[in-house]
């Protein structure tokens, strides 16, 4: 048993299913993930959903400034006691969700990583958090549902492909770092993960002319996933029929195809079309 995995059992803590916590205690898997991440010497990172420490410990060591987040206010005396060595470390209790993290990230050293291991049921509100909330992120390194992993990564066509891969691939490039099993955590959870780091572009994989009709019309091509694209441009953007099969055409697009066999290249086109009209 680790010494984590000790400190957990004496401490006589109860996981928290509600909170979504299952621990790794596995330090070969732990280094490695901290590596995947590839945090370096002179970059500091924002933990969010440390735990008992098990990966923080390994950051610190990768780390300038580790500054770490935790919801649960039980761990966080076992979080200062195992850390309590560790000089490049901050402990902030409280939700990543609410808190105003321009504010609790203001002493980072710019830009900063984000490393999660978090609640699934958050993950995607949380990255939408972070990847529209204004911080200065050089990359997410996300352990979420392998499930999620495949949408992410998913291509147009995939059954995964939707919003969520959509905004990642827009703003990020996103890689597979490994797969972790869910027998790796401490309670298994009934789904198996994967790591994720999503390294942000320098600019978007693709240029439109507003950000804000691009994501209108990437939500309206999944607004209905059996209708066609042009129906679903009528219903979001309540015009007739012949409006939107004239935007389909001034995009290059045929009439009849579908929103989610839609490419990002595809999407911008159409986007600038409606936006210029």
């Known amino acids: 048993m680790s010494k984590t995995k000790d400190r957990i059992r004496e401490s006589n803590l109860r996981y928290k299913q509600s909170l979504g916590q299952n621990f790794l205690y596995d330090e070969e898997l732990l280094s490695a993930l901290a590596e995947a991440a590839g945090v370096s010497a002179d970059e500091d990172v924002l933990e969010i959903g440390p735990g008992c420490g098990s990966l923080t410990k390994h950051l610190c060591r990768r780390a300038a400034h580790v500054l770490a987040v935790e919801l649960d206010e039980r761990l966080i005396p076992l979080l200062t006691a195992f850390m309590a060595e ?24 710019k830009p900063f990583a984000v490393v999660a291991n978090i609640p699934y049921y958050i993950t995607t509100p949380l990255i939408q958090h972070l990847l529209t909330g204004g911080l200065p992120v050089s990359r997410l390194a996300l352990m979420v549902q392998k499930e999620v992993a495949d949408k992410i990564l998913s291509s147009p066509g995939d059954d995964g492909w939707g919003p969520l891969a959509i905004r990642c691939q827009y703003m990020c490039e996103p890689h597979l770092a490994m797969d972790v099993p869910a027998a790796c955590f401490t309670p298994p959870p009934k789904v198996d993960s994967a790591f994720i780091v999503l390294p942000l572009r320098e600019k978007p994989a693709v240029e439109v002319k507003s950000e804000e009709m691009f994501f209108k019309v990437a939500a309206a091509a999944f607004a209905s996933r059996r209708k066609t694209m042009v129906n679903n441009l009528c219903a979001t953007f309540r015009v007739e029929r012949p409006q939107a099969a004239e935007w389909m055409r001034a995009a290059g ?25």
């Open 86 to 109: 560790e000089k490049n470390l901050a402990i902030v209790q409280g939700d990543v969700m609410a808190l105003n993290l321009q504010e609790v990230t203001k002493d980072l050293k």
């Open 253 to 277: 697009l045929n009439e009849m195809v579908r929103g989610e066999k839609l490419s990002l290249e595809e999407l911008a086109r159409l986007a600038d079309a409606i936006y210029i009209s």
